[in-house]
């Protein structure tokens, strides 16, 4: 079975600038969770989706924006990029979005904010 | 409050045993867990624990919880150096809705031969 996928691995930006970051979950995996990972603030959860709806949203501004498509898979988009925006942004499946569920991370994507 | 919090270092001896703590502050957790990160890596999930048990073992993996004090360990036994990573404590908070972690700072674990 694969495992969850995210595209593109590394990105550069420069300031003001967008981005979308995308992720593949698990087959069968319909909730999607996105986690922003710096050397300052560690890892920080930046939102959840299931069944295509945002069930539960983290502590970041509305730059930060998410969806997710019927198949499951999910994107996320930064607008307006700030330096303090880089990071390695990590996706996680799980069945369903549930305490119990077993989390699966994907690999990442390094984003440089220039 | 949702925190968590680890020690950021722990250095060990390759066939010695390691412990890395981990505190958490939300009585309501119900599932608490052992994450790994390698260099250049994504998260990879070693264990976990539902919050009314006391111990899991796992191989080489041991996990204790003390739901009294709120504290989390994981015990690895006989240490490789293919353990050298960092290793992250997480709470899933609360409702049963939600799949939300809060992680701890990890923990770097360096295994010396």
């Known amino acids: 079975k694969a495992g969850v996928t995210q595209t593109p691995r590394y990105l550069i930006k420069t300031r003001g600038q967008q981005v979308t970051l995308s992720c593949s979950p698990i087959?069968?995996?319909?909730?999607v969770s996105w986690y922003q990972q710096t050397p300052g603030q560690g890892l920080q959860f930046l939102f959840e989706?299931?069944?295509?709806?945002?069930?539960n949203k983290g502590n970041f501004p509305g730059r930060f924006s998410g969806r997710q498509f019927s198949n499951s898979r999910s994107e996320m988009n930064v607008s307006t990029l700030e330096l303090g925006d880089s990071a390695l942004y990590l996706c996680?499946?799980?069945?369903?979005?549930?305490?119990?569920?077993?989390?699966?991370f994907g690999p990442g994507t390094r984003l440089l904010v220039l | 409050g949702e925190d968590v919090e680890q020690s950021l270092f722990l250095s060990v001896r390759e066939g010695d045993s390691s412990v890395i703590n981990c505190t958490y502050t939300?009585?309501?957790?119900?599932?608490l867990y052992w994450y790994k990160q390698e260099p250049g890596a994504g998260l990879q999930l070693l264990t976990y624990?539902?919050?009314?048990?006391d111990m899991k073992q796992d191989q080489r993996l041991t996990v204790l919880l003390n739901k009294k004090d709120k504290h989390l360990s994981l015990r690895i036994a006989d240490t490789q150096t293919g353990d050298s990573a960092i290793y992250f404590c997480?709470?899933?908070?609360?409702?049963?809705?939600?799949?939300?972690?809060?992680f701890g700072q990890g923990t770097t674990l360096q295994v010396k031969p």
């Open positions: 996680a499946s799980s069945r369903f979005p549930s305490g119990g569920q077993t989390q699966y």
């Open positions: 989706y299931f069944s295509e709806t945002q069930r």
């Open positions: 624990i539902f919050s009314n048990m």
């Open positions: 087959s069968g995996h319909r909730s």
């Open positions: 997480a709470e899933s908070i609360g409702s049963s809705n939600t799949g939300k972690l809060i």
């Open positions: 939300d009585s309501s957790s119900t599932y």
